[in-house]
C-alpha cells in the first residue's frame, strides 16, 4: 500500500533537511538516502519508507510505501503528522485533501 503526499501551490516545498526535522520530532530516526534512481528516506526500526520528488535538495512530492504490517497505526499516523506540520497534503484520485 502507498500514501501520496504533496505541497499545495500555496504553501512553499520543504528542504530534505526540514522533512528530516519533522521527523526527529516526531520521535523516529531517519536516514536520507539519494541514489540515481531516486531519493529516499528510512526509518530505523520500521519497514515503512518515503521516496521523495526532489530537486536540488527541495521536496514537492513524496510516496509513503507501507511496510508490511505497518498500513495502520504507526509508524503512518505519525509520518503523516509530521508531514501536515509542513503544510503537506494527502492526493488520492478524488485529488487533495488536507492530512488529518
Known sequence: METQLIVPHSVA????SQLLEALRKAHFE???????WGDWIHLYGFRTVISLECVNGISHAATIEHG?????????TSILR??????WHGMDENGEYPLA
Open 13 to 16: 516545498p520543504s528542504t530534505i
Open 30 to 36: 531517519p536516514s536520507y538516502v539519494s541514489k540515481a
Open 68 to 76: 508490511e504490517g505497518e498500513e495502520e497505526g504507526e509508524p503512518i
Open 82 to 87: 509530521a508531514f501536515r506540520k509542513l503544510g
